[in-house]
């Protein structure tokens, strides 16, 4: 994950050269090379939409379509948040650990079937903070004690997910505030709540990206840390502030998980991890950083949500569904990846 | 320039560095053997020992890949399938359900090596998409089920349970294939060569190091390490399942940080995982011998493991933590 390239730049020219070589690299560049890469997912989503579309019409009914949003709601907020982390040239596996600590504080926090409380939305504002505050215990602890991010953020994880389990003392607990539940039960404009908080969500991390210092340094740790540092940025308040901002979303998609399932539990969080690397990697954000962005998560969020409703629409055994997106993952990434760019591949 | 260096002055020299796993590893048996004394008897121990040995093959066989400086996310799929595969093929193979099991993960290994290399994917998103397509095949083959070895199939597998010279099988095949591992990496060519790629790999390649060999190989082994540690934990539980080792992949990368092989690659070895596996295990078995409440052993285990690889990594060697 850190790769000094520095003293060898000839050495990639050769490697330049036969990459070219390479089938997909071949085709990229017949169809325009690195324009046509950076839409390479946009065109994979299109193709799947219309492959889906034809082999079963009900796809494009609104009702599929609301459904769509629906399941997208959560992902598109938790990827949001990963994506900040992977354009450093870090890693975050506290995803889950995070978002189950969010899902207990909102439930315990709002009117629940097991204990009195009932502070309404000011639950959903603690737990958007327990969900900043894990962030920045995860930046602190990758850059104080200077420790790889995979590791930091997998220890983060197992806490987070231990806490959360301690304080639910192991059994799933009901969410019965209304206001809150009608995130995932109120729609505005046909699409549920949790939809338009997803999207607001979305907007924020575009805002911040392109339009804030924080975004710019972020993208510039990921292109050379060295050269970032040198330049007089702050790079580990930029990694710190870097890691709480994914930890507010990671907060956000905690509540909406709750509102979504009426309860919180403790494998709220299962299986939310790897996808949200895989959206953000099929969106055409490198794992080595600076390259990509939210707009390309989105996209990534949409292939992954569409192809997993469509395998359903289409009738394909569940059991084969994670082969098939294994092997998307796979022709996704070859495709689009801008890897003349890369020099190594780790 | 930056606090790894004057850390690297207070320890100077190589060995120390490599020492401080082991250190960490002998404080945590004797605060065990404090707070609950009886822990450290011979019994205790080669249960300890027997407990370790999957996660050890698993975590041996990740080595291959993180001394490369890549990841395999692969591995706990790999070795559910090989579970799977053991489990279905005892009746009608009989012996041979061994080697078609691990041999299958010597197969998907290689797939993720040539899909990582040939297609130019990161090893992290490569391994994830195999990951997930052996997964897929594995819920396949089982129909999504457990499936029980029965009484016939234990006659074969009870060697793997049986105990020889005083000590557990699984912990002479797991001694057995951390030698084999570390005289490969430290005496072979490959070795040699997968730690010099792993260190440079610009480098590697202009010295004329066959890079994209090397790679295939490692995630080769790595595969077929992973299946051997699926055909034991399938042997020892008596049952293959599609989720069987799920729960192992990052206990496994985490024995192999916490043991202080850098994860960008290029230093560590197969030794230094032995030891962390041992931390790792050691710390899941303590917190259940001191006592600690079941629904916090999560929280516990994770900060001791962010704090054994605060101790452990060996930051010297590392130009920019990422």
């Known amino acids: 994950m850190t790769i000094d390239t ?60 609301v459904r769509l ?17 992977i354009l450093m040239g870090s890693i975050d596996l506290s995803v889950e650990g995070t978002l189950s600590v969010a899902a207990m504080v909102v439930v315990l926090l709002a009117a629940n079937d097991s204990n009195g409380n009932d502070f309404g939305w000011w639950a959903v504002l603690a737990a958007v903070a327990a969900g900043t505050v894990m962030g920045l215990i995860s930046g602190l602890v990758q850059t104080m004690l200077r420790i790889p991010s995979f590791m930091a953020t997998l220890g983060m994880w197992f806490i987070g997910l231990g806490l959360s389990v301690y304080m639910l003392g192991g059994s799933a ?8 539940r009608d995130l995932a039960l109120h729609r505005f404009l046909g699409l549920p709540l949790a939809v338009w908080v997803a999207l607001g969500a979305f907007a924020l991390a575009a805002v911040i990206q392109y339009h804030t210092r924080l975004g710019r340094h972020i993208l510039a740790i990921g292109g050379h840390e060295d050269v970032t540092k040198l330049s007089g940025v702050n790079v580990t308040r930029v990694r710190i502030a870097a890691f709480a901002l994914a930890g507010f979303f990671f907060g956000i998609a905690g509540v ?14 299962d299986g939310r991890l790897f996808a949200a690397v895989t959206a953000v990697v099929v969106g055409g954000t490198a794992l080595t950083g600076g390259e990509g962005g939210v707009v ?35 022709a996704a990434v070859a495709l689009s990846l801008d890897r003349v760019r890369l020099k190594i591949v780790k | 320039m930056n606090e790894g260096f004057s850390i690297r002055q207070v320890f100077e020299g190589k060995w120390t560095q490599g020492a401080i796993p082991l250190v960490l590893l002998v404080a945590l048996l004797l605060i065990i053997e404090i707070t609950a004394p009886g822990f450290l008897t011979g019994e205790t121990l080669a249960l300890l020992f027997a407990n370790t040995a999957v996660l050890f093959i698993l975590a041996t066989g990740v080595t291959f890949a993180i001394l490369l400086g890549g990841i395999d996310l692969s591995i706990q799929a790999v070795a559910s399938l090989a579970s799977v595969m053991l489990a279905q093929l005892l009746p009608s193979l009989g012996f041979a359900a061994f080697p078609v099991a691990i041999l299958s993960g010597l197969a998907f290994g290689l797939l993720s090596g040539i899909v990582h290399v040939k297609l130019r994917v ?35 597998t009870a060697w793997i349970n049986a105990t020889l010279a005083g000590l557990p099988v699984v912990v002479l095949i797991s001694a057995l294939i951390g030698i084999v591992s570390f005289l490969a990496l430290r005496y072979t060519r490959f070795g040699r060569q997968a730690i010099a790629v792993g260190a440079g790999e610009p480098a590697a390649w202009a010295a004329g190091i066959n890079v994209d060999r090397t790679k295939i190989i490692a995630f080769a082994a790595s595969g077929m390490l992973a299946a051997t540690a699926g055909v ?24 192999v940080i916490v043991g202080g092989t850098a994860i960008t690659g290029g230093l560590g070895g197969v030794a230094r995982t032995a030891v962390g596996a041992l931390i790792i295990s050691i710390v899941r078995i303590g917190m259940t011998f001191v006592g600690v409440n079941i629904f916090l052993e999560n929280m516990v285990f994770g900060a001791v493991l962010i704090a054994a690889v605060a101790i452990t990594i060996d930051r010297s060697k590392i130009a920019v933590i990422k």
């Open chain 1, 6 to 65: 520095e003293p060898l730049k000839s050495v990639s020219d050769i490697e330049r050269t036969t990459l070219m070589t390479l089938l997909p690299g071949r085709i990229a560049t017949m169809l325009g090379g690195r324009r046509w890469r950076s839409l390479a997912p946009l065109a994979v989503l299109i193709v799947l939409c219309v492959l889906i579309a034809v082999a079963n019409p009900n796809f494009i009914e609104v009702r599929n379509l």
């Open chain 1, 69 to 85: 949003a629906n399941s997208a709601a959560v992902p598109l907020t938790l990827a949001m948040g990963l994506t900040f982390i």
């Open chain 1, 173 to 180: 607990i009901r969410l019965n505030d209304a206001s809150i």
């Open chain 1, 256 to 269: 909406l998980a709750a509102a979504q399932l009426g309860q919180s539990h403790a494998v709220i969080g």
């Open chain 1, 296 to 330: 390309n998560t989105a996209v990534g969020v949409l292939i992954v949500t569409v192809l997993a409703n469509g395998m359903i629409l289409l009738g394909i055994s569940p059991y084969i569904q994670q082969t098939v997106q294994g092997l998307m993952i796979i």
């Open chain 2, 122 to 156: 990161p090893s992290f998103v490569a391994t994830l998409a195999t990951g997930g397509v052996v997964t897929g095949l594995a819920l396949w083959v089982s129909d999504g089920r457990a499936i029980t070895i029965e009484e016939a199939g234990r006659e074969k």
């Open chain 2, 232 to 255: 034991v934990l399938a042997a020892r539980l008596s049952s293959g399942s599609p989720v069987l080792a799920n729960q192992l992949l990052l206990p496994a990368i985490a024995a």
